[in-house]
């Protein structure tokens, strides 16, 4: 006799990942932009010698969107100048801290804050006070 199946749906958590631009993204991006300016281009050439749009190149100096390698090198070869010249001096200190609650955004981090809040504090506490002297505070 087949098992019923159950009609409560389990949500899958995906964990989110930085795909948003840095600091140092934008940094690079103010870098081409003062590179293009000094070469006399205005962005409609830059993106016409790139393949792409204007509004495009403009997301890439403004930060909102990273540059790849690929594109990179194919404006500074548009720019006549090294990729070092954009690249030299970023610093990947500048990055962001990763984010502390990133373990809490799995299928396991879910399902421990639902057990957390079913606690009362007293409990709570204790656990807490176990988990920070087990992992060295």
Known sequence: MPRPRSTVKQARVQPITAKSPTDIDREGGKRLRALREEA???QTALAERAGITFQQVQKY???ANRVS???LIQFCEALDVPPS???DGLST???PKAD???PLRTERGVRLAKAWDRLD???QVAILNLIEETAGR
Do not use: D, F, H, T
Request: overall charge positive.
């Open 40 to 42: 006399g281009m205005s």
């Open 61 to 63: 100096e403004n930060g």
């Open 69 to 71: 390698i690929s594109r």
């Open 85 to 87: 010249q954009v690249l």
């Open 93 to 95: 200190a500048r990055q």
């Open 100 to 102: 502390p609650l990133q």
């Open 121 to 123: 504090p007293k409990k």
